[in-house]
């Protein structure tokens, strides 16, 4: 416990103590807790840090779709579900995704590895479909791809 | 290079000139290509800012984020004040847009640019640029583009040798779609949830912070320095004189070659479809096309002949340009099913601070849905439009003032297919 509390004060100091500069110091903690989410330690923290009430920092952080008030897997695949996508090939995509990880959306892989979810949109709608695992996009995602994706993702891990 | 580009032929380059052809990491491969050269001759000749101003009405650019306002006048209507900002628009969420994109991973530098001349005219010391949080390279180019242009001069105090100082900061978005409306990206700028404000007043008058501000989008920042460096009638001489210049069309779904492609404004939908897009896919029949995104509307087959410019789709084909998004549909495609996902999505993104979109996005997928499977379809897809009007007349932002388009686009040119179809709408 004592060294998460660390952890975030050292992301938080990085950034002057002014309300601007909440998502980023969100983004940041996330990121930097390794099960990618923003526990209610964390918020805490960040409400002392830049002086604010905790139900402002909670206003914000349970608004946008990138942040997790839940634990999560190692690493976050988000797979886009706007319309285009949905039509060309992100349905299909989606489906082979909950049977190869064994997890519907929202949920995490007994192993702890990966959790999915959708997005409304990543902005690759010209080479759909598409997906994003830890920030980095992937498109022209056929079942193939992703298979080689997780696999790639999963043989890095237990070289770590 | 930016993925997703289509052809090298393109028919007009302005904002996309550099993409794909320069190393966008390099600030002196942007500075060869004529990155900077706009604000070196505003500040060695001594321009004003109410001349940049004036430069920019005369060229007639308008708002590429969708609205198509004019800039100059967006300019010119920001309230006098000590304090003013300048914020760039990089929150681009409608689906099937990806147009900012290439711009920031492909010439950050002509955004810079384009983002210092805009500050210099509307007298603003300090800019951001909102970038939705799902775009990391964007954000890393443009943070690097940022970091480059301070250490060379062209950002920071004393711009140049001159009394201008200005300077850029990137704010990352976390996801969500109404942080694309202008006030709701400044409430998120301020650390806040992207709530829209009630407008007026406009954030001309009181914007980020109480100051006035100016917002726009990244692709009518980025032409902002080819019009500086050469001058409004040539910006005129693309286009057509109510929309002068280019725009960025994202071609995408039953085409050969989906993709983005910069061409003059008032290009027929045809050519984008056919020369650009290579045709519908497997040489099938052109059904239709969702222009603008999900807050776009439908066309059919008799629209291809359209021009695609601010005004001419909406004055012929009751629709809009918006983002520049061209879905294309073959003859198999199922409007129903197409229509049933950006009612969805529009539900999924409400932001829930206003009651008719909170409520009547929800209901809007609902009523589609038992339409589709009831005795008395007509019934339930009148009552479909008449929802979206009452949303159009009485939600706080575009979020739930839009439905309207598509469902009443999609009605009119393809209920037959409504009234008729069997295709299963559900769920993933």
Known sequence: ??????????????????????????????????????????????????????????????????????PRGRHVVRVCVSPPCRLFGGEALLKALKERLGVEVGQTTADGAFTLETSSCLGACGNAPALMIDGELFDDVTDAKAAEIIYRVRREDATR | MPRGKTDPKDSARI?????????????????????????????????????????????????????????????????????????????????????????LEGDPHELVEGMILAGYAIGAREGFVYIRGEYTRSIERMTRAIDQARAAGF????????????????????????????????????????????????????????HPTVVNNVETLANVPAIVRRGAAWFR???????????????????????????????????IVEEYGGGVRGGRRFKGALIGGAAGAFVSEKQIDVAMDFDTPKAQAGAVLGSGSVLVLDEDASVPKLLDEVLEFFEHESCGQC????????????????????????????????LAQAMRDTSLCPLGQSPILPIESALRHFRDEFLTCAVPV???
């Not at chain 1, 840090?49 to 839940?70: G, N």
């Not at chain 2, 001594?46 to 198509?68: H, K, M, N, W």
């Not at chain 2, 300019?75 to 994109?101: I, Q």
């Not at chain 2, 001489?237 to 910069?262: C, H, M, N, Y």
């Open chain 1, 1 to 70: 416990m004592e060294r998460e509390e660390v952890a975030v004060r050292h992301v938080m100091e990085r950034y002057p103590a002014t309300r601007t500069n909440l998502l980023e110091i969100l983004h940041e903690i996330q990121r930097a807790e390794p099960r990618h989410y923003l526990s209610e330690a964390s918020l805490q923290a960040v409400a002392e840090y830049l002086r604010m009430p905790l139900a402002e920092v909670m206003d914000a952080a349970s608004f946008y779709s990138m942040y997790s008030l839940t």
């Open chain 2, 15 to 103: 904002v996309l000139a550099n993409c794909g052809a320069i190393d966008p990491e390099s600030l002196d491969a942007a500075v060869a290509a004529g990155a900077y050269e706009g604000l070196r001759k505003v500040i060695a000749e001594r321009i004003p800012p109410q001349a940049v101003v004036d430069e920019v009405t005369r060229s007639g650019l308008r708002g590429r984020g969708g609205a198509g306002f004019p800039t100059g006048k967006k300019w010119s209507l920001t309230a006098p004040g000590a304090v003013k900002y300048l914020v760039c628009n990089a929150d681009e969420g409608e689906p099937g847009t990806f147009k900012d994109r290439l711009i």
């Open chain 2, 155 to 210: 950002l920071g105090e004393r711009i140049l040798g001159s009394d201008f100082a200005f300077d850029v900061v990137v704010k990352r978005g976390a996801g969500a779609y109404v942080c694309g409306d202008e006030t709701a990206l400044i409430e998120s700028i301020e650390g806040k949830r992207g709530f829209p404000r009630l407008k007026p007043p406009y954030p001309g008058q009181v914007g980020l912070w109480g």
């Open chain 2, 237 to 271: 001489s693309f286009g057509t004189p109510a929309s002068p210049g280019t725009k960025v069309f994202l071609i995408l779904g039953d085409v050969e070659r989906p993709g983005a492609i910069e061409a003059e404004m008032g290009t027929p939908l045809r050519t």
């Open chain 2, 355 to 386: 009651t008719p979109c909170r409520a009547g996005t929800a209901q809007l997928v609902r009523i589609l849905r038992r339409a589709l499977t009831s005795e008395r379809r007509g019934e339930d897809l009148d009552r479909l439009v008449a």
């Open chain 2, 426 to 428: 559900g769920r993933l």
